[in-house]
């Protein structure tokens, strides 16, 4: 069975400090790794995944993720935090075999002016 | 920039009707995807379908749910004879292949069953 944490249910940043949005995995085999972002009231939108090769990849609105395989951890990182970047985000997982993502229970990201 | 689509965005209904979710996949996508959220609760997924077919479902899709593609561009998930704890947001999702390809999400429909 495939399963993500996300340990904190929230958190809170200052505007222009950088940011960190926690995720751990379990799954057999390699791994497929995304990160989504939901704002109110919509669905979820794609920010960026790892497959396989760098273990920074870079995504949409300046976030990027470090893939460690050793701690198997998948954490969102963004340099420097902007106001509209407050929405819930979510970490999902997949085997390289099979089609059903797996997600975290998401992180509540607030940046405050 | 393309886009999945649903509707309706919020159905009410009573329990024991049956509901259809609609959804438009982007337009040269191959799978096609179903998620719900029960509220404050994980998104958990319930089905994929390729090629006309399931190719995938998870526990939680039983006998009460189905899927289909009626034309080239629909792609709904039927609940028959609903329950009270069927109320979630349910998700729609398309991707252009399998192997190493993100799933685009709709906004969803909030399904709430009386």
Same mark, same amino acid.
Not at chain 2, 19 to 29: A, D, F, G, M, T
Not at chain 2, 72 to 88: M, Y
């Given at each position: 069975?495939?399963?993500?944490?996300?340990?904190?249910?929230?958190?809170?940043?200052?505007?222009?400090?950088?940011?960190?949005?926690?995720?751990?995995?379990?799954?057999?085999?390699?791994?497929?790794?995304?990160?989504?972002?939901?704002?109110?009231?919509?669905?979820?939108? %794609?920010? !960026? &995944?790892?497959?396989?090769?760098?273990?920074?990849?870079?995504?949409? @609105?300046?976030?990027?993720?470090?893939? +460690?395989?050793?701690?198997?951890? %998948?954490? !969102? &990182?963004?340099?420097?935090?902007?106001?509209?970047?407050?929405?819930? @985000?979510?970490?999902?997982?997949?085997? +390289?075999?099979?089609?059903?993502?797996?997600?975290?229970?998401?992180?509540?990201?607030?940046?405050?002016? | 920039?393309?886009?999945?689509?649903?509707?309706?965005?919020?159905?009410?209904?009573?329990?024991?009707?049956?509901?259809?979710?609609?959804?438009?996949?982007?337009?040269?996508?191959?799978?096609?995807?179903?998620?719900?959220?029960?509220?404050?609760?994980?998104?958990?997924?319930?089905?994929?379908?390729?090629?006309?077919?399931?190719?995938?479902?998870?526990?939680?899709?039983?006998?009460?749910?189905?899927?289909?593609?009626?034309?080239?561009?629909?792609?709904?998930?039927?609940?028959?004879?609903?329950?009270?704890?069927?109320?979630?947001?349910?998700?729609?999702?398309?991707?252009?292949?399998?192997?190493?390809?993100?799933?685009?999400?709709?906004?969803?429909?909030?399904?709430?069953?009386?």
């Amino acid at each position: 069975a495939q399963s993500v944490a996300q340990p904190e249910d929230q958190v809170n940043v200052a505007e222009g400090n950088p940011l960190t949005v926690k995720c751990t995995y379990s799954v057999s085999g390699n791994p497929y790794l995304f990160w989504y972002v939901q704002y109110p009231n919509r669905g979820l939108q %794609f920010l !960026l &995944k790892y497959i396989t090769g760098d273990n920074l990849v870079k995504g949409s @609105y300046g976030f990027e993720a470090e893939f +460690n395989k050793s701690q198997t951890s %998948f954490h !969102l &990182k963004k340099p420097s935090a902007l106001v509209s970047d407050s929405a819930l @985000y979510f970490c999902a997982v997949r085997k +390289n075999a099979g089609n059903m993502l797996t997600f975290g229970g998401g992180t509540r990201l607030m940046v405050k002016p | 920039e393309p886009e999945v689509t649903q509707t309706p965005s919020h159905q009410v209904t009573q329990m024991g009707q049956e509901v259809i979710l609609r959804c438009v996949p982007i337009s040269n996508h191959l799978y096609f995807y179903w998620y719900r959220q029960i509220l404050g609760q994980k998104v958990e997924f319930l089905v994929s379908f390729y090629n006309n077919e399931i190719s995938e479902k998870s526990e939680i899709f039983d006998d009460q749910f189905s899927v289909e593609r009626p034309d080239g561009s629909n792609f709904t998930l039927k609940i028959r004879s609903t329950k009270l704890e069927d109320s979630a947001m349910y998700f729609c999702a398309s991707s252009g292949g399998l192997a190493a390809y993100e799933q685009y999400f709709g906004p969803g429909t909030r399904l709430t069953v009386t």
